[in-house]
T-cell receptor
Framework: DAKTTQPPSMDCAEGRAANLPCNHS???????VYWYRQIHSQGPQYIIH???NNETNEMASLIITEDRKSSTLILPHATLRDTAVYYC??????????????FGSGTRLLVRP | KAGVTQTPRYLIKTRGQQVTLSCSPI?????VSWYQQTPGQGLQFLFE???????NKGNFPGRFSGRQFSNSRSEMNVSTLELGDSALYLC???????????????FGPGTRLTVL
């Protein structure tokens, strides 16, 4: 699975959009981009995933560049409860593949009041 | 639908002892993975089970083992505990490991193991 690079920390004001970047320049054609977050001392929480099209759900939007070498997770209206470590993970999906996530260091997002 | 449950939530053991942690996946999920999280190493994959078979294993010593039962519940065992085994152990489940449309993995709250 491809390696990802994320800034170690970011902050944003409550109510504003939080844009978290991720570089995955070695991504292969069959690899998906997943985003998880971990609020202190809890298990990671799935946010969103995508292959090449932009995706949106009730939590966030995922923008993947056309060359798929980078992506951005957007939290449209960040709240204090969004303060967490955000992990960008690239994972190949094959019918015979086991489920193994390789977590990097992630981005520690601090939402300021 | 109930989430992933892990028991116990907290555990204190001494060096040399062994420990067994339990994980009940979301109903209908057949894939269960285990992860170890420490401040120094972050989140690291231990192993994954699907239909009672270990499909993948991380880079951990043989003291770490696991199994999965026919009802998809899973246990992991750590023998001859060392101080460095103190960590948050997380279990995660998913409905099907290789779904081409992509599927998410749901994590439990973890078991915090302290080795004294």
């Amino acid at each position: 699975d491809a390696k990802t690079t994320q800034p170690p920390s970011m902050d944003c004001a409550e109510g504003r959009a939080a844009n978290l970047p991720c570089n995955h320049s070695t991504i292969s054609g069959n690899e998906y981009v997943y985003w998880y977050r971990q609020i202190h001392s809890q298990g990671p929480q799935y946010i969103i995933h995508g292959l090449k099209n932009n995706e949106t759900n009730e939590m966030a939007s995922l923008i993947i560049t056309e060359d798929r070498k980078s992506s951005t997770l957007i939290l449209p209206h960040a709240t204090l409860r969004d303060t967490a470590v955000y992990y960008c993970i690239v994972r190949a999906l094959r019918m015979d593949s086991s489920y193994k996530l390789i977590f990097g260091s992630g981005t520690r997002l601090l939402v300021r009041p | 639908k109930a989430g992933v449950t892990q028991t116990p939530r907290y555990l204190i053991k001494t060096r040399g002892q062994q420990v067994t942690l339990s994980c009940s996946p979301i109903s209908g999920h057949r894939s269960v993975s285990w992860y170890q999280q420490t401040p120094g190493q972050g989140l690291q994959f231990l192993f994954e089970y699907f239909s009672e078979t270990q499909r993948n294993k991380g880079n951990f010593p043989g003291r770490f083992s696991g199994r999965q039962f026919s009802n998809s519940r899973s246990e992991m065992n750590v023998s001859t505990l060392e101080l460095g085994d103190s960590a948050l152990y997380l279990c995660a489940s998913s409905s099907y490991p290789g779904s081409p449309a992509g599927n998410e993995q749901f994590f439990g709250p973890g078991t915090r193991l302290t080795v004294l």
